[in-house]
């Protein structure tokens, strides 16, 4: 038997700055949890995010890719924050993640409209992939949608 050259490999297109849009397409994950830091001194730090799962679109509506979405409170011991998330490809699955940082409060106010169900649709601004191999984003937004009796 003659072995085929793999030359039909699915072509994803590559990943681009802009404006990106996504849906998601699942339930809130949602985690809380502690940690003590060792020290001196040691320090228990808490942390508490939420994974969905979503379709992430490329600008242009080129391509929709199969993603999750981890948006993470900080914990107060980190103070510094650059950027407003980041985007990433995976290697072994055609797939992205991508993590958006919030505040404590915004967390909170984010929490019961994920639980409900009343967020579906959201924007984010990509730019420029970074020395480390990412892609930081600028910006971001989510609405709910409105409830119907």
């Known amino acids: 038997m003659t072995a085929r050259p793999k030359t039909n490999r699915l072509k994803l297109p590559p990943l681009v700055a802009g404006e990106w849009r996504g849906e998601i397409v699942g339930s809130a994950n949602v985690n809380f949890g502690q940690i003590v830091q060792p020290g001196p001194p040691r320090q228990s730090v808490e942390f508490t995010y939420v994974i969905l799962a979503a379709s992430l679109i490329m600008p242009n509506t080129a391509f929709r890719w199969p993603g999750i979405v981890m948006i993470m409170a900080p914990t107060p011991m980190k103070t510094e ?20 940082e ?7 106010d984010m929490l019961p409209r994920l639980e409900a169900h009343r967020i579906k649709d959201f924007h984010f601004t990509v730019e420029e992939k970074d020395a480390v191999g990412r892609w930081p984003v600028r910006s971001w937004g989510m609405g709910t949608t409105r409830l119907t009796s």
């Open 81 to 100: 924050h650059p950027d407003a998330g980041a985007l990433f490809e995976t290697v072994e699955l055609p797939s992205l993640s991508l993590s958006l």
């Open 102 to 108: 919030v505040t404590r409060e915004q967390f909170s």
